[in-house]
T-cell receptor, first 113, second 114 residues
Framework: AQSVTQLGSHVSVSEGALVLLRCNYS??????LFWYVQYPNQGLQLLLK??????LVKGINGFEAEFKKSETSFHLTKPSAHMSDAAEYFC???????????FGTGTRLQVFP | DGGITQSPKYLFRKEGQNVTLSCEQN?????MYWYRQDPGQGLRLIYY???????QKGDIAEGYSVSREKKESFPLTVTSAQKNPTAFYLC?????????????FGQGTRLTVV
């Protein structure tokens, strides 16, 4: 079954450091891919999405992700972490030909001063 | 304002009781979803619906039921058959088909069995 794998349930960085959150998908056909962010006790908010146009996708709050078909990856990056980036981040996929939105297990990002 | 509303925010259930979680959207979205969130397990899909009067089981449908009588509404019933219902429940809606877009989420309902 189509799924996404997020490597690392917790990531810690210093303020100003690079943020890298990893996501790999399992499909021979590129699916729709998404990154969402969740703040405590709230719903999820879309950061960015890949829908087969540009492979480098820019999102809100300075985040971006690069779709790499050869690596079946869609890693999320931000050049310089801010304290307000501390949250849980979810990678999600919509398998081709479906409307079924499937999430990874999430990565909690901590940002230290 | 357009959006998706879940109620109540907190819900307490006695063992053996059925409870219904409400989800309403005014975004004119065709697709709606229910997820369960547990620490360390991400969001797991319970049920989803692509059109009125039709819905499909997700990965963990046992012990849950849904209805989709109106486009705007997708209530979830947690039945007594669900053995471990304590969790955070999230409802979402989106456009569907080849133009799949952003999924909008409600603020969630935290269900606790007492």
């Amino acid at each position: 079954a189509q799924s996404v794998t997020q490597l690392g349930s917790h990531v810690s960085v210093s303020e100003g450091a690079l943020v890298l959150l990893r996501c790999n998908y399992s499909s021979s056909v590129p699916p729709y891919l998404f990154w969402y962010v969740q703040y405590p006790n709230q719903g999820l908010q879309l950061l960015l999405k890949y829908t087969s146009a540009a492979t480098l996708v820019k999102g809100i709050n300075g985040f971006e992700a690069e779709f790499k078909k050869s690596e079946t990856s869609f890693h999320l990056t931000k050049p310089s972490a801010h304290m307000s980036d501390a949250a849980e981040y979810f990678c999600a996929v919509v398998p081709p030909g479906t409307d079924k939105l499937i999430f990874g297990t999430g990565t909690r990002l901590q940002v230290f001063p | 304002d357009g959006g998706i509303t879940q109620s109540p925010k907190y819900l307490f259930r006695k063992e053996g009781q059925n409870v219904t979680l409400s989800c309403e959207q005014n975004l004119n979205h065709d697709a709606m979803y229910w997820y369960r969130q547990d620490p360390g397990q991400g969001l797991r899909l319970i049920y989803y619906s692509q059109i009125v009067n039709d819905f499909q089981k997700g990965d963990i449908a046992e012990g849950y039921s849904v209805s989709r009588e109106k486009k705007e509404s997708f209530p979830l019933t947690v039945t007594s058959a669900q053995k471990n219902p304590t969790a955070f429940y999230l409802c979402a809606s989106s456009t569907k088909g080849s133009g799949f877009g952003e999924a909008f989420f409600g603020q969630g309902t935290r269900l606790t069995v007492v």
